[in-house]
Every structure is written in C-alpha cells, then in structure tokens.
C-alpha cells in the first residue's frame, strides 16, 4: 500500500509516521488487504484552539474510497480516532468489500458514465461583493469555482450504499445495474438512506 503523510502548519516526524504506517497496515490487514493507497493529512487549526485536524483518505478498491477525519488537541489523537472511523466503516462493509473483491474490480467501459463535477458558491455575502465583477455569469447562473472530472458507475442499490457509508459523503448518483436507470441515494438528517429510482415512478405510470 502506498501511503503519503504530510503536514499543514505542522511538522509530521518519523515516530508519527511510523505511528500511521502501522495503524493503517493492521487495519488493512484485518479488515480487507487489498488497499492500494492512502493520504492522512495533518492540519494545524488556528484562532488559537490549539487542535490537530486529521484527515485521511483511503482507497481499498477501484471506485472505493474511505474518508474521514477528526479532531484533537494532539496529532496521535487526532489520528486515532480518523483511524477508529475507517476502522468502524470497513468492519461494517467487510462481508460486502470481500464479495465485492471476489466478483473482481474491473469496470467494462460501458458501463461507466464520464461527467464533470463543478463545486458552485454559495449565496451570500462574498457573491454580493462581486455583483459587479465581470466573472459573475448573467442569469441565474451559479458562480463555478472548481471543476473536475467525474465517474457514474453501474453499481447495485447495495454497492451504493456501502460507497457512501465508507466514503462518508452525503449523496452518490449511480446507475442501477438492475434498471440502467441514473438513481441517488443520500443521507437523510434522521440518519437513514434515501433512494430516489425514476423506475420505481415508470412503473407506477404503466401499471395505471
């Protein structure tokens, strides 16, 4: 597994990173052994508060991405407890990741949909103060300020929602390997899984 450690406003040493080269590893090796790669970022938070952010992002397998992050007010706490998080999520998905590793990781082609992701402003403030700048779009246009490309994959229900429980994030778009239709899932704020399925409607429609 490659690993990449490094530090913002913080001086990673050796012990530390010897620290999360063998955390990582016996995680690993417990819960999957096939990780390819990882990135634990150490950010010092500033205003005084004296914490240590850690961020890590983990890829077990192609299209699965692990990622959390915590907080503390030293950098093996901070650690450790990102650490437990990844821990949590991939003893939660094991028998999945195992099925998943077992069928085998290669996508056909077809069977990926290539998009872009755009990152929009948000509304406020800092979009008032550049209502007169010329970078503004006219309309109703949102303000882009990042852009990068992007997969859909043709996954299960199931293998999307164990993409999401592990990845961390709140929403994933993917094509459902059962209807080809684009689906959602998200984070619903009462801690269950929302699944929207345009198929689910269709049928409805010729069923009446």
């Not at 407890?81 to 077992?102: F, G, I, Q, S, Y």
């Amino acid at each position: 597994m490659e690993l990449d450690i490094h530090g913002k406003q913080i001086n990673v040493g050796d012990t530390l990173r010897a620290h999360v080269e063998d955390k990582l590893g016996e995680i690993d090796q417990k819960y999957f052994n096939h990780a390819t790669n990882a990135t634990v970022t150490f950010t010092k938070e500033g205003h005084g508060h004296g914490l240590i952010k850690v961020t890590i992002s983990y890829l077990v397998s192609k299209g699965i991405m692990i990622n959390t992050e915590a907080e503390a007010g030293d950098a093996y706490g901070a650690f450790d407890a990102a650490a437990e998080k990844a821990a949590k999520r991939l003893r939660r998905n094991k028998k999945k990741l195992r099925d998943h590793h077992e069928r085998g990781t290669k996508t056909v082609e077809a069977e990926i949909i290539k998009a872009r992701n755009y990152t929009l402003a948000v509304e406020g403030e800092e979009a008032e103060e550049q209502d007169n700048s010329d970078d503004v779009p006219q309309g109703d246009d949102p303000i882009v300020i990042a852009e990068m490309a992007a997969t859909i994959e043709t996954i299960t229900v199931s293998g999307a929602v164990m993409r999401l429980d592990l990845s961390g994030e709140n929403a994933l778009l993917f094509r459902n390997a059962q209807t080809q239709e684009l689906n959602m899932i998200y984070r619903r704020s009462d801690g269950n899984i929302g699944w929207v399925d345009p198929a689910s409607e269709q049928k409805k429609t010729k069923a009446a």
